[in-house]
């Protein structure tokens, strides 16, 4: 699972950081998934290391302009390009209407089938390896935050130790590789958690963004092994922020350490904060350290690999 940040400034983009938009892609499965899409998106794309082709599944917070104005011309680009299979697009309220209206103002006609789903707070998507569920933030218009939850996995199975055991290869395998309890021809019980290395614990991640601090992000977070927070405004102008229902850093902080999360990246900056003015990126960073020592800092293009978790062994 790696997190790439396509897009880290609010509002408008910058030189340097484009308006909202985190890839997450899935290796395993050749699977590109989008987390709101701003102006310009496909040219970071474009400019990235990902593949436009894999993209199948785009997840949008709220009808605000600087998370949605790329979706269109991003769809139209995948059809013309002729080499998306399905896409699957994941909202709020009123999104279906608004690329309907698009679709029809501008004659495009797409050549792929275009599913688009309306969220309310729960689960909202499921297969047999992630799940993902959605939660209501406070900000000025209905926005949603995400959680992507990957499920736990087996460990490794251990084939030599099986050998050794002089257990027959094939269907048994299997059965004991998923940490079942086995039964062999000559009266031996087999248990395939002992042939198994430590469950790998599925990895959690949280997008929540646009939102003052609130529970629902909170919640989100929980226990996530990176939880993805907009910082727009620096401490000193959390009124501001509370007048915007924007978070500052520390409230960002605040909601990692609230939810015990494992690792922090803040993003949606304000440009107001661009080198050279009274306060910079980088004093956000150090507020938020402040509160979360494990926050990182987003910039566009920047890639994140998310760590994997064994289940603690019990002796």
Request: proline content about 5%.
């Amino acid at each position: 699972m790696q997190i790439t940040f396509l897009g880290t400034s609010s509002g408008v983009p910058t030189r340097s950081r484009n308006v909202s938009s985190v890839a997450l892609r899935l290796p395993q499965r050749a699977e590109l998934w989008l987390f709101d899409c701003g102006e310009g998106t496909q040219h970071q794309l474009l400019r990235s290391e990902l593949k436009i082709s894999q993209l199948c599944r785009i997840f949008i917070t709220h009808m605000h302009g600087d998370h949605i104005f790329g979706l269109m011309g991003l769809l139209a680009s995948c059809g013309l390009a002729g080499n998306i299979q399905r896409v699957d697009i994941y909202g709020p309220p009123g999104l279906s209407e608004y690329l309907q209206a698009a679709s029809r103002y501008s004659h495009t006609h797409f050549s792929y089938p275009i599913k688009v789903h309306t969220v309310s707070p729960g689960l909202i998507y499921e297969d047999n390896e992630f799940s993902v569920t959605c939660g209501a933030l406070h900000h000025r218009i209905t926005a949603f935050g995400y959680r992507i939850v990957e499920k736990d996995r087996s460990g490794r199975f251990d084939v030599e130790k099986a050998q050794r055991l002089q257990i027959p290869p094939g269907r048994i395998y299997g059965q004991l590789k998923r940490g079942e309890v086995v039964t062999l021809d000559d009266g031996r019980v087999i248990n395939g958690t002992d042939l198994c290395g430590p469950t790998e614990i599925g990895r959690k991640i949280a997008y929540c963004t646009d939102t003052v601090y609130c529970q629902g992000a909170v919640e989100l977070a929980r226990d996530a092994d990176v939880l993805i927070h907009e910082a727009t405004f620096a401490h000193q102008d959390a009124d501001m922020a509370f007048q915007r229902l924007h978070s500052t850093s520390t409230m960002a902080a605040q909601t990692a350490l609230a939810a015990e999360a494992h690792r922090l990246i803040i993003t949606h900056f304000s440009p107001r904060y661009t080198p050279g003015n009274p306060v910079e990126f980088r004093d956000l960073l150090q507020e938020a350290r402040a509160i979360f020592p494990q926050t990182q800092m987003a910039h566009d293009f920047m890639d994140y690999e998310v760590p994997r978790r064994r289940a603690p062994v019990i002796s």
